[in-house]
């Protein structure tokens, strides 16, 4: 009971990093799933906070282009053009998993001389897929950690759909770490 009241209290408190003025990194990538992770990417990806962006755990048959479509709300349409057009955008069609997520993410940063990541993901899933990343990458790999919340923290506290959510990234997180302390 107390390491999930931890592992809520850390969702709810790991802070979203102020990119403004950090240092540029190497590659965004965002791992598919909750709502607003693939946007935050295209972002942040335009904003120049990196040079390239890795979509993992895209579904087969899907293209960019219905990504940028599915996922811009917020974007107007020249920015969608632009990301339309983007040199660096790469879809990992394999990964089906938060493993899987590390693992390909993996093989593309050795692939393309990578050394700093910008981790995108939902902030009930950062803590587990923080910990997969950085056990499956090299050390020399700088990752920020960039959670996102699609609604303010108290909001997210009086939803029951958030306590279910986190209860089960818990117990994923309990998993993944048992079983990677063991390797």
């Known amino acids: 009971m107390i390491g ?9 408190v790991w802070p979203t990093p102020n990119l403004d003025n950090a240092q540029k990194k190497h590659a965004i990538i965002a ?9 935050r990417a295209f972002t942040l990806l335009l904003d120049k906070k990196a040079e390239k962006l890795l979509i993992s755990g895209v579904l087969h048959n899907v293209e960019l282009r219905e990504i940028i479509t599915n996922n811009s709300e917020l ?20 990964a089906d998993t938060t493993e ?5 993410s993996e093989k ?25 990343f950085s056990k499956i990458l090299d050390n020399t790999i700088s990752i920020t950690p960039y959670p996102v919340r699609t609604k303010r923290r108290l ?26 302390e063991k390797q």
């Open 4 to 12: 999930s009241i931890a592992y809520v209290i850390s969702i709810l």
């Open 31 to 39: 791992l598919t799933g909750e709502q607003g992770r693939i946007e």
């Open 75 to 94: 974007l107007s349409r020249r920015q969608k053009q632009k990301l339309q057009n983007h040199c660096c955008i790469t879809l990992d069609y394999i």
């Open 100 to 104: 899987a997520n590390a693992i390909e």
């Open 108 to 132: 593309w940063i050795n692939k393309n001389d990578v050394n700093s990541i910008i981790l995108v993901t939902s902030a009930p899933h950062m803590p587990r897929s923080y910990l997969q």
């Open 155 to 180: 909001d997210l506290v009086m939803e029951a759909k958030f306590w279910s959510y986190a209860a089960r990234e818990y117990i994923k997180f309990l998993g993944s770490w048992i079983r990677l």
